[in-house]
């Protein structure tokens, strides 16, 4: 599979970004956004089970952003709200199949995507 991300940016904050990660090949049953700011750790954002469109987001952002998938499509998205200089980062989009108790682990996904830069400035 090929997973290729896009919609990253500048915005103030306060601002909004949607991120799109548009996938390729075969297709998973959990799609995920992690993210990495300088000199940190790889860090879980959101994630999306297929099987009963089962979501999944990390406390930070919990009320703000929001993860959908366009199965159609097969496009992955990160509605980002109310973004705060902290949510600066680069975007990883991720699949594979974890189970539910791994869903926040990054080793557990097979593919990845490029990554795309989120700025924040305040």
């Known amino acids: 599979v090929q997973l290729q991300a896009s919609g990253g940016g500048l915005v103030q904050a306060g601002g909004s970004l949607r991120l799109s990660c548009a996938a390729s090949g075969r297709t998973y049953g959990t799609y995920a956004w992690f993210r990495q700011a300088p000199g940190k750790e790889r860090e879980f954002v959101a994630a999306?089970?297929?099987?009963?469109?089962?979501?999944y987001l990390s406390d930070s952002v919990k009320g703000r952003f929001t993860i959908s998938r366009d199965n159609a499509q097969n496009i992955l998205y990160l509605e980002m709200n109310m973004l705060k200089p902290e949510d600066t980062a680069v975007y990883y989009c991720?699949?594979?199949?974890?189970?539910?108790?791994?869903?926040?682990?990054?080793?557990?996904?097979?593919?990845w995507g490029q990554g795309t830069l989120v700025t924040v400035s305040s």
């Open positions: 999306f089970r297929r099987s009963g469109n089962r979501i």
């Open positions: 991720a699949a594979g199949d974890p189970i539910t108790s791994a869903v926040r682990a990054s080793e557990i996904y097979r593919a």
